[in-house]
Nanobody, 118 residues
Framework: VQLQASGGGLVQAGGSLRLSCAAS????????MGWYRKAPGRERELVAE???????AYADSVKDRFTISRDNTKKMVYLQMNRLKPEDTAVYYC?????????????WGRGTLVTVSS
C-alpha cells in the first residue's frame, strides 16, 4: 500500500500548482483522501480533505484558493492551488483512510515540497 504524491515545485507568489496523489495496492480500499502540509517550525496541518461522501473540509487559510478533487476509480486525489502565497510554502502530504483486508487503515505519502517565492 503506497501513496505517491507529485506536482510540487517552485512557483512565484500568485502562481498555481496542481498536486496529484495516487493510492496503489489492490488490498487497500480507500474511503477518504486528503492533503496536509507541514511548514518549517510548524505543526502539520490539514489543508483539505474529503470528510465523507462529497463533503470537503478546507483550512481557513486556503479557502477560495485551493480546490480538492478526486477520481475514485483511479484512487487519486488532486489539489489545485491558486493564488499561492509565500506562507503556503511547506511539504504537502497525501493522506488516505480506508481498509486493508477489512481492517481500518490510515496511509501517508512521503510528501512533495511546494516553495512559493515572494
Amino acid at each position: 500500500v503506497q501513496l505517491q504524491a507529485s506536482g510540487g515545485g517552485l512557483v512565484q507568489a500568485g502562481g498555481s500548482l496542481r498536486l496529484s496523489c495516487a493510492a496503489s495496492g489492490t488490498i487497500f480500499s480507500v474511503n477518504t483522501m486528503g492533503w496536509y502540509r507541514k511548514a518549517p517550525g510548524r505543526e502539520r496541518e490539514l489543508v483539505a480533505e474529503y470528510t465523507g461522501g462529497d463533503s470537503v473540509a478546507y483550512a481557513d487559510s486556503v479557502k477560495d484558493r485551493f480546490t480538492i478533487s478526486r477520481d475514485n476509480t483511479k484512487k487519486m486525489v488532486y489539489l489545485q492551488m491558486n493564488r499561492l502565497k509565500p506562507e503556503d510554502t511547506a511539504v504537502y502530504y497525501c493522506n488516505a483512510h480506508g481498509t486493508i483486508l477489512g481492517a481500518p487503515a490510515e496511509v501517508w505519502g512521503r510528501g512533495t515540497l511546494v516553495t512559493v517565492s515572494s
